[in-house]
């Protein structure tokens, strides 16, 4: 049977209600609020700052370091162990890299800027809300940038092509594929494309097209809630 | 289409388009990429003449040569101290950058500088790798003692200055504090308690505000009618707004 309707009754292309907010961690230089649906995102930025050990300096420009964590309450009730796991290391990487070709750390040589992520609470779609916060937190804080980063995740279930999967129906019991994108905005081109599970070569090519629409109603998201500090 | 596409004063965020054809240059945080002009930072669109530049809202401090800064001292070397400068990287001041008098080769730096003073200094060199020299000869340039010290966003320094130090010598004149203002965001004020407590208020009013115009006075407005404090020392502002 195809999955003709999602479990909480959204359209295929709809993404789950988002709310955006910058400036929530006053310590930090930059820092930003992610909400999609039940998943939730908190970054923070520290930086350019001096960046010890020294071997990890890169004389020629400063360099980017991501964090990511679930908190140990965020899941389906299952404690999460703090700390860096395999699992946190990785996305920790792949957020590094999507965000690496718009930040511009060429006037901080020896110098690190250090993205903190957070997630209060998961549901599915957890590196996808860390970058768009990220991108949005080192906005924020002022770092050179050459464009803004949003991200969502697309997939398919039973043969229908979908935004923004729930964790539900990642683990719907039938064929599945989950692919996490991040797109450069103005260019197009993706930073970021993982994926679970297996498409065909005619869905995938669907799916990214509705991933790339999605992109757009959360970079629209992101600027509005980085403009909203300046309001008059 | 080709022109302007974004009114001066508008908030845009990295990667939004400024202009398009080649009308305009792309000035300090813009690129420009084929025949448009991009923003590079969050902040204010200015336009001056055919150049289009962005007015940073938040971000760090760059050093510069010539710059006015608060710096701390964090380690005493043979030929001098090493001061934090607020940024990622570290300063030198050297001992004949910091004093007129004659150094003997044994003499106790800790007497002239000891590690946590603050001091307000000029930078006189900065290398591309951030290699910061100073020197603490020059008006308005000594080692801080008493009052406070108060932190600010570097970019925000050019707004509590103000042009020609108009918004300074109010907030100078209204609470009869001595405030120094570092290009790197700190800020030295001495003063009565109440008017350094003024000061401070109105210094983190106008780092909120400074993306709003007329913030003059409404600062004026804020600090009340000039008490009857004795005149405060003048000592000439740079660095202010344009």
């Not at chain 1, 479990?7 to 609020?33: F, I």
């Not at chain 2, 020609?164 to 009869?176: A, F, P, V, Y």
């Amino acid at each position: 049977m195809a999955y003709t309707k999602r479990l909480d009754g959204r359209k295929n292309n709809e993404l789950r209600p988002m709310e955006a907010k910058t400036g929530v961690v006053k310590n930090a230089d930059g820092s930003a609020s992610f909400k999609i649906g039940k998943t939730w995102a908190i970054a923070a930025v520290y930086g350019p700052r001096d960046l010890n050990p020294r071997f990890l300096q890169n004389p020629k420009k400063g360099i980017l370091r991501c964090n990511y964590g679930m908190m140990p309450f965020s899941g389906s009730g299952d404690r999460i162990r703090p700390g860096r796991s395999r699992r946190a290391q990785e996305i920790a990487m792949v957020m590094t890299k999507s965000l690496e070709p718009v930040v511009d750390l060429s006037a901080f040589p020896n110098s690190v800027v250090d993205v903190y992520v957070d997630l209060p609470q998961t549901d599915a779609g957890t590196r996808c809300a860390a970058i768009s916060a990220a991108s949005m937190a080192l906005a924020d804080a002022g770092i050179p940038m050459k464009d803004m980063i949003c991200s969502v995740s697309v997939g398919q279930v039973q043969e229908t092509v979908l935004a923004d999967l729930t964790y539900n129906e990642e683990a719907h019991e039938a064929p599945v594929s989950d692919i996490p994108i991040a797109m450069v905005h103005n260019t197009g081109e993706l930073s970021l494309l993982q994926m679970d599970g297996e498409i065909s070569r005619e869905d995938l090519m669907k799916a990214l097209a509705l991933g790339k629409e999605a992109c757009e109603q959360v970079y629209k998201v992101q600027v509005a809630a980085l403009k909203e500090k300046f309001k008059k | 289409m080709t022109g302007l596409v974004q009114q001066e004063r508008n908030v845009v965020v990295p990667g939004e388009v400024l202009a398009e054809g080649m009308d305009y240059l792309p000035g300090d945080n813009t690129y420009r990429e084929q025949d448009k002009i991009y923003a590079k930072a969050l902040g204010l669109v200015n336009v001056n003449n055919r150049v289009v530049k962005i007015t940073s809202l938040a971000g760090p401090y760059l050093p510069r040569a010539g710059d006015k800064i608060i710096g701390k001292v964090v380690d005493i070397t043979m030929s001098g101290w090493r001061i934090e400068t607020g940024t990622a990287y570290q300063a030198m001041l050297m001992v004949r950058d910091a004093t007129m008098r004659f150094i003997r080769k044994e003499e106790d730096l800790t007497k002239i500088l000891d590690i946590g003073d603050y001091v307000v200094v000029k930078i006189t060199n900065v290398t591309s790798q951030m290699l910061i020299d100073l020197t603490m000869k020059g008006p308005g340039l000594h080692k801080v003692s008493g009052g406070r010290l108060m932190k600010i966003n570097a970019q925000k320094v050019p707004r509590v200055i103000g042009k020609q130090g108009s918004m300074i010598t109010l907030i100078k004149e209204r609470t009869g504090c001595q405030i120094t203002v570092g290009q790197n965001g700190r800020v030295w004020l001495r003063g009565t308690a109440e008017g350094e407590m003024k000061a401070t208020v109105a210094i983190k009013m106008i780092e909120e505000q400074s993306h709003l115009e007329g913030l003059t006075d409404k600062i004026g407005k804020f600090l009340g009618e000039a008490p009857k404090f004795e005149k405060p020392v003048t000592t000439p502002q740079e660095g202010g707004e344009q």
